[in-house]
């Protein structure tokens, strides 16, 4: 199950086709988009530090599309590899830990009431780590060779939650529309997390030997099964 209805979501890769056509023509690095984007995702989280709201959500957005690109871009060209996938796994919790430190930092300068501010950056920090918890229990699964795109708050869920909202209406009164929006992230990634879990127990409860091959395969070769990028 997931936020984003499968028409608007195949909409609209269906125009990045084109570019991602473009980009293999030029020989683009997946990597360097990879790279584009997190710099880009870190500039967000400064931009919101300094009380740009929509600035940040203008960017946050941007740095979603290449976070599309990178892994169409690689299987595309056929240039997917296991440090792909992990470089952009890392590079993503690089620029994800910037940003809702940013936004920290902005509700602690003011962007929300002296009232409010306790409980508007106890939301962002509980919805940062929840964040990455959804990330790494996908990738630990893929580690042993099992799907687990499972969830309501896979990574382009919680970027578009965030971006578009604030890109139309900043953060808000009193910052209440942003903190708002981070209070229902920290939720629905915590559940999303709650998902993975179940879907993993009950996949290796029906399927051990899969299991065990996808670990007998790491250990002979050094890779995980999954080698590719993706959704996170």
Known sequence: M?????????????????LVDRLVESRTSPNAITTVGTSVTVLSGVAFAAGGARLGAALLLLSGVCDMLDGRVART????SPFGAFYDSTLDRVGESALFAGIALYFV????????????VGA????????????????RAEGLGLECK?????????????????LFFGAGPG????????????????VTVVQRIVHVHRVTRTGPSRTTQ???YSEVTGFTMKGTRGER
Request: no cysteine; aromatic share 4%.
């Open 2 to 18: 997931s936020l984003i209805p499968a028409p608007l979501r195949e909409g609209f890769e269906r125009l990045l086709a084109p």
């Open 214 to 216: 996808a670990r007998q």
């Open 124 to 139: 962002a920090i509980a919805a940062l780590p929840r964040g990455l918890l959804v990330s790494y229990a996908r990738a």
């Open 77 to 80: 060209a056929g240039t997917t």
């Open 175 to 190: 910052g209440l529309l942003l903190l708002g929006i981070v209070a229902v992230l920290a939720v629905i990634a915590g």
């Open 109 to 120: 300068s003011g962007g929300v009431s002296p009232a409010l501010m306790p409980w508007a």
């Open 150 to 166: 499972v969830g309501i708050a896979q990574r382009a869920e919680r970027i578009l939650g965030l971006g578009a909202p604030t």
